[in-house]
């Protein structure tokens, strides 16, 4: 049974690996052209942001301090990884290069700003944020913190904004129209509002496959939280997407974290935290969802142990 101290204890041998990592010299120009996995781990309001380089098992912790540090990106050369921290009276974001160790302050936390996703030419960020007197809706910058801009302004929220691999389209989450959650998708200038998913329920954690024909997400339609995907032909089509039947790729329920697809576009990973610590999961997309089927390999196993296993 993973226990809070488990959880502890497993923190501090995290920690223990980042400085021997950086010691000799594991994270910096040494790191592989593969995009690296990031994760948040630790307990209550004390979260640091840990790189995994699951090619060569190591993990460092980025962030280093005792505030909440979540939502982490990165960058699609691998060199970079924005993330937000609770650094004072809201939620700011930071830009941290994996070269130099260093982070950079992209936004005040007037605004309460997370979320952060990259563009695939790495030059800009969108981003959640709720100013002062304002309903949360997205937001785009370039990779520095300049020239940022609100792209949505409707009653409701909008959130968890996903750029499309091609550049030309956000995902995004929204109660616009009077669900608890689901899934738009926009033109990058925050023109063309699409709506993808129709149930009543939550859809949540939108994400492209590779070549932009589907969108993963995650749902609580059928009774507690699956994994489903969906093919985005229909937003360019008269009738819409209300008739699109999602298809179900998983059938126990799941706390998800995060979720992505692999560079091949078979499989989606995901972060999932049933209890204690989050592991890292893979799942193939065209398995069989019959029972016995759709069974996700699991990557890590950070509550029993730092064993891992490469996602290729």
Not at 146 to 156: I, W
Request: aromatic residues 8%.
């Amino acid at each position: 049974m993973i226990t809070a101290r488990l959880v502890r204890r497993t923190a501090a041998l995290l920690a223990a690996l980042a400085a021997a990592a950086l010691a000799a010299g594991a994270v910096g120009r040494a790191l592989p052209a593969a995009a690296p996995a990031v994760m948040p781990l630790g307990r209550g309001l004390n979260m640091d942001i840990y790189l995994l380089d699951l090619a060569r098992g190591v993990f460092a912790n980025l962030s280093k301090n005792a505030l909440w540090d979540g939502d982490p990106a990165v960058s699609p050369d691998g060199r970079q990884v924005a993330y937000a921290s609770l650094d004072g009276g809201g939620a700011s974001l930071y830009r941290y290069d994996l070269d130099t160790g260093q982070a950079h302050r992209l936004t005040d936390g007037t605004a309460g700003s997370g979320e952060p996703h990259w563009s695939p030419d790495g030059l800009r960020l969108v981003f959640s944020a709720s100013p002062p007197g304002s309903r949360q809706d997205v937001f785009v910058m370039n990779a520095d913190g300049s020239g940022q801009r609100r792209l949505t302004d409707y009653p409701g929220g909008d959130y968890t904004p996903r750029w499309s691999p091609d550049g030309l389209r956000i995902a995004f989450v929204s109660d616009r129209q009077g669900n608890p959650a689901d899934i738009y998708v926009m033109d990058a200038n925050g023109s063309r509002p699409r709506r993808l998913t129709y149930h009543p329920g939550y859809d949540i954690h939108p994400a492209w496959s590779p070549d932009g024909a589907w969108l993963a997400f995650a749902s609580d339609r059928d009774g507690s939280l699956n994994l489903y995907r969906l093919p985005t032909a229909c937003l360019e089509s008269a009738a819409g997407c209300e008739a699109e039947n999602p298809r179900r790729l998983t059938r126990w329920g799941v706390n998800i974290g995060d979720l992505w697809w692999s560079a091949d576009g078979a499989a989606v990973l995901f972060w999932e935290r049933s209890i204690g610590t989050p592991e890292l999961h893979r799942l193939q997309v065209d398995c069989d969802i019959r029972p016995g089927g759709c069974i996700p390999q699991r990557l890590t196993h950070l509550g029993r142990s730092l064993t891992l296993m490469n996602t290729r």
